[in-house]
Nanobody, 115 residues
C-alpha cells in the first residue's frame, strides 16, 4: 500500500503563489505516473497535472503556463508550483499515484484563492 501526504495548501490572494508537496511512502520509480487533481465545491474532481516515470508532464489547459509539476527522486516527493493563482483555482488538491501497487490518493490539501 502507498501512503501519500500532501502539504502546502492555504489561503492566498489572486496573483499569488503556492507550492504543494506530496511525499510518498514508496520510491517514485514504483509509479507509472504521479499527478495532482483538484475538486471545487459542487464540481467533479479534475486533472491538474501529471508527471510520468519518464519525466513527461501534462497539464490541464486552464493551468498551463501557470503551474509546474516536478519531482525530487531522492525525497520521493512530487511538487506542484502554482503561480498567478486565480479564484477559479480554489479547491481541494489531491495527489495521486498509479503503478504496480495500484491507484492511491492522498487526503487532500485545501487551496483558497481570494479575489
Amino acid at each position: 500500500q502507498v501512503q501519500l501526504v500532501e502539504s502546502g495548501g492555504g489561503l492566498v490572494q489572486a496573483g499569488g503563489s503556492l507550492r504543494l508537496s506530496c511525499a510518498t511512502s514508496r520510491s517514485i520509480f514504483s509509479f507509472n505516473f504521479m499527478g495532482w487533481y483538484r475538486q471545487a465545491p459542487g464540481k467533479e474532481r479534475e486533472l491538474v497535472a501529471i508527471i510520468t516515470d519518464g519525466g513527461t508532464t501534462n497539464y490541464a489547459d486552464s493551468v498551463k503556463d501557470r503551474f509546474t509539476i516536478s519531482r525530487d527522486n531522492a525525497k520521493n516527493t512530487v511538487y506542484l508550483q502554482m503561480n498567478s493563482l486565480e479564484p477559479e483555482d480554489t479547491g481541494a488538491y489531491y495527489c495521486r499515484t498509479v503503478g504496480a501497487l495500484g491507484n492511491s490518493w492522498g487526503q487532500g490539501t485545501q487551496v483558497t484563492v481570494s479575489s
